[in-house]
């Protein structure tokens, strides 16, 4: 088995957790952050809400073709905590899990994420695509 890595990413929001955390949940909303590229179009959002429900993000970049990201819902502790398997089959066949923690600070969210089981080949680029992810996701909650 490759070596993995665990990567942290962490993103303050004037929104309070409630606000955040649904963003991840509602299609119409995620659509807008989750695994969206600049120059990419988002041609799938599906999410069933639900522990052991599945999600598919299929953005079409121009560089790459289609690139499903996928997953299952291992936790949904609204608004404190939301678990997920996540995965690129396009990029890795490898799932690594990947938590998010939802806390109230000063009026608004503090969002920890963690991700595990990155493959050390990749542990450069993914904190940088999940700053971009938080990033965007400020965008669309405020």
């Known amino acids: 088995m ?5 990567v942290t ?8 957790p409630e606000t955040v955390f649904d ?10 952050f989750a695994f969206a590229t600049p120059d990419g179009e988002m041609i799938v959002a599906e999410i069933d809400p639900r522990v052991g429900g599945k999600f598919n993000f299929t953005d079409r970049r121009p560089d790459m073709g289609d690139v499903a990201h996928v997953g299952e819902y291992l936790e949904i502790d609204r608004p404190r905590r939301l678990k ?3 995965g690129v089959p396009q990029l ?5 899990t990947v938590t998010l923690d939802f806390k109230a600070v000063g009026g608004g969210t503090e969002l920890t994420l963690t991700h595990e089981g990155v493959a050390a080949e990749w542990a450069e680029g993914t904190p940088k695509g999940w700053a971009m992810i938080l990033g965007s996701l400020e965008r669309v909650v405020g």
């Open 92 to 96: 890795d066949p490898a799932f690594t």
């Open 2 to 6: 490759a070596d993995t890595v665990t």
């Open 9 to 16: 990413a962490q993103h303050r929001y004037a929104a309070p």
């Open 84 to 86: 997920f398997s996540f």
């Open 23 to 32: 963003a991840w949940l509602d299609p119409a909303l995620a659509r807008r």
